[in-house]
């Protein structure tokens, strides 16, 4: 006989439930074995397919086929559209044929700028350092690693990293724009004691990283055994958002973030 | 943008060859670059695996046409365990295999609405609804296929390994 909560709990695994569910989840679980062993069993094949599986990526000279291809069709619409354009459209009686042209001369350019930023990516970040990013973020998921110093007030957070590392990142509570500050952690990586952020959005949790830029620094969204990982920097800080939110929500985080370190940078 | 290796990927698993996968992704492009106005600020990501499997979908069948061999029913691909047995090494010792071969020789082995549920949440880090935009089910369907394929998965690297799964390293 199967738990009839079994459907729940997958929904709760894949992060899909709210707070309410996942809180009386997590009460049922405490007490039902068969479910605890459903998630642990569901996170060890999650571990091991995001582990083991090849994460191909698109040949190169794929993409430069595709780009060609892409250049050649918005050439060509933009070549249709064009006679329509030249018309004085305050004169021409059809004047929504003329519309209509220019519109399509706009999606084709719209949609030239949505695809083509999926072909010509920067250079990434060496893969030990995401490697070592999204290491970092999937133990502070583990129970009791989360946050060193909890607290939902920018001033209790900011000031514990002045003495347990080696930057000062912005922190600040988003909670009305529905990142919730949980507080600050430490970490060690790339020879230095990295300063973590926490924040939550939604039922998914955004660790923000922050250490001090060497020799380059990173200004892209990659994503890496399923979670996404976006950079950007403030002065010589480097950030990084890791979670397993999705990229709207993480470039949401980011652009407050920006904001704020920008402005807190000028005298 | 990582959208393009997501839509190599999912071709990959959808086609038999690299050429193919590369074949369908480009037509897939194409077509997302033609049928731009139907994003409508939905998930660009989903929007575009979708296209990709329409474009596999429509392939299959042009294909089928020209053939007349009829495909074999989607319940009565070829499981798991037929896809092992085809493929044993008969030198290799059971426990000297490597693992990545065996596990995806696995996912191979799922049915094709199991298999792509379960690669989309997985590996792509989907949510149910974004699944179900790409494979065009309601999200019940997609929450029932993913319990299926992670069952059968499980199930099947059971009756390989006969034993439990060997513990995360």
């Known amino acids: 006989m199967q738990c009839a909560e079994r459907s729940r709990v997958q929904a709760y695994f894949d992060r899909e439930v709210d707070a309410v569910a996942a809180a009386d989840i997590e009460r049922h679980t405490e007490h039902c074995p068969e479910c605890r062993a459903l998630l642990a069993d569901l996170e060890q094949w999650r571990t091991r397919l995001r582990r083991d599986l090849v994460y191909e990526e698109a040949p190169p000279q794929l993409r430069t086929r595709i780009g060609a291809m892409l250049e050649r069709e918005s050439a060509v619409s933009a ?19 003329a519309g209509g042209g220019v519109g399509a001369a706009l999606a084709a350019s719209v949609a030239w700028l949505l695809l083509s930023p999926m072909l010509l990516r920067s250079p990434q970040p060496a893969a030990p350092l995401l490697d070592e990013l999204v290491a970092a973020h999937v133990r502070s998921l583990m129970p009791q690693h989360l946050t060193d110093v909890v607290s939902t007030d920018r001033h209790t957070v900011k000031p514990w990293f002045a003495g347990h590392a080696d930057v000062s990142p912005v922190v600040a509570d988003f909670a009305a724009q529905g990142y919730r500050l949980v507080g600050g952690r430490a970490d060690y990586f790339d020879q230095q004691r990295a300063a973590v952020v926490v924040y939550e959005h939604g039922a998914h949790v955004i660790n ?45 985080l980011e652009r407050l973030l920006r904001d704020l370190g920008s402005r807190d940078a000028q005298p | 943008m990582p959208h393009l290796d997501a839509a190599y990927r999912f071709a990959r698993w959808l086609t038999s060859s690299t050429a193919d996968a590369e074949d369908l992704v480009q037509e897939a492009f194409l077509r997302a670059f033609r049928a731009f106005d139907s994003l409508r600020g939905s998930d660009a ?12 979908a429509t392939a299959l069948r042009q294909e089928q046409r020209r053939t007349f061999v009829p495909l074999p029913d989607e319940q009565e691909a070829r499981s798991g365990a037929d ?28 049915a094709p ?23 065009q089910v ?24 006969k034993g439990v799964p060997r513990a995360v390293r």
């Open chain 1, 208 to 252: 923000v990283f922050t250490w001090v830029a060497r020799a380059r620094t990173y200004a892209d969204v990659t994503t890496r055994n399923g979670y996404h990982l976006a950079f950007w920097n403030v002065g010589n800080l480097q950030y990084c958002a890791v979670s397993d939110a999705g990229w709207d929500e993480l470039a949401g």
């Open chain 2, 83 to 110: 896809v092992l047995a085809l493929s044993v090494d008969p030198d290799g010792a059971p426990g000297g295999r490597d693992d990545r071969l065996t596990l995806e020789q696995l996912i191979a082995g799922l």
């Open chain 2, 138 to 161: 309601p999200i019940g369907t997609v929450m029932s296929r993913l319990a299926r394929a992670r069952f059968a998965l499980r199930a099947q690297w059971r009756e390989q390994t």
């Open chain 2, 113 to 135: 609405e199991h298999r792509e549920v379960l690669l989309l949440r997985e590996m792509e880090d989907m949510s149910y609804r974004e699944i179900a935009d790409v494979t």
């Open chain 2, 45 to 56: 990501k989903a929007w575009l695996l979708a296209i990709v499997r329409n474009c596999h």
């Open chain 1, 79 to 97: 070549a249709a559209a064009a006679p329509a354009r030249l018309r004085p459209w305050r004169t021409r009686p059809f004047w929504l044929g």
